[in-house]
């Protein structure tokens, strides 16, 4: 079966550069979710979209902004890099119904080191 | 805001063993609670969802209970195999269907 794709899967950037992470959820999931998960951390919920609008954000630095594009898949943009944004990043999406919610399945992530 | 516990921190068995992975959470205003799986370095892995309407879920060896009014959630694992060794991670899904996740149980089992 299809899984969430994420790209790059790993990433080297210095501080102070730009860096785009990608999320192709899984075909007919209409909804994408990002999260951050710092080493020996749970994740975090930082941004959501459903059907191409934002849905919910959560502890997104401004300096981060996402989109969800018309084909679905979603991309993470990161301006102005930390030490503190080495993290693994993942994008997980689900297929929401009526009246209920699914199961949220998660990419592989992309790990950013930033130096 | 909710928080999510989850306790202990790390177990140990031995093989074969039956072991219980307990998870609380302070707000029962939940739609959903979500157990995953995830290796060093890797991924995480859905396990099993549980409706917020649902009292447990089960797949395989893999057996989830939900009590939302005391905030409280079980993953019972029968016949515990070495391949199970990994960190298991408790996620309470809201209405925004954003997951707030707990901070995970290390499981080793021992040959």
């Known amino acids: 079966a299809a899984g969430v794709i994420q790209s790059p899967r790993h990433l080297i950037k210095e501080k102070r550069e730009t860096a785009t992470l990608k999320c192709y959820p899984i075909?007919?999931?209409?909804?994408v979710y990002w999260y951050q998960q710092g080493p020996g951390q749970d994740p975090q919920f930082l941004i959501s979209?459903?059907?191409?609008?934002?849905?919910d954000k959560g502890s997104i630095p401004d300096r981060f902004s996402a989109q969800q594009f018309s084909d679905y898949h979603s991309e993470l943009n990161m301006s102005s890099l930390e030490l503190g944004d080495s993290a693994l990043y993942f994008c997980?999406?689900?297929?929401?119904?009526?009246?209920?919610?699914?199961?949220?399945?998660f990419g592989p992530g992309t790990r950013l080191t930033v130096l | 805001k909710q928080e999510v516990t989850q306790i202990p921190a790390a177990l140990s068995v031995p093989e074969g063993e039956n072991l219980v992975l307990n998870c609380s959470f302070t707000?029962?205003?939940?739609?959903?609670l979500q157990w995953f799986r995830q290796d060093p370095g890797k991924g995480l892995t859905s396990l099993l969802l549980?409706?917020?309407?649902?009292r447990e879920q089960t797949s395989g060896r893999l057996n989830a209970s939900l009590d939302k009014s005391s905030g409280r959630s079980t993953l019972y694992i029968a016949a515990s195999q070495p391949g199970d060794s990994a960190t298991y991670l408790c996620?309470?899904?809201?209405?925004?269907?954003?997951?707030?996740f707990g901070k995970g149980t290390k499981l080793s089992v021992i040959p």
């Open positions: 997980a999406s689900s297929a929401r119904t009526s009246g209920a919610t699914d199961t949220q399945y």
């Open positions: 996620a309470v899904g809201r209405g925004s269907y954003q997951l707030t």
């Open positions: 979209f459903y059907e191409k609008m934002q849905s």
């Open positions: 075909p007919r999931h209409d909804t």
């Open positions: 549980i409706q917020s309407s649902q």
């Open positions: 707000d029962s205003a939940i739609y959903n």
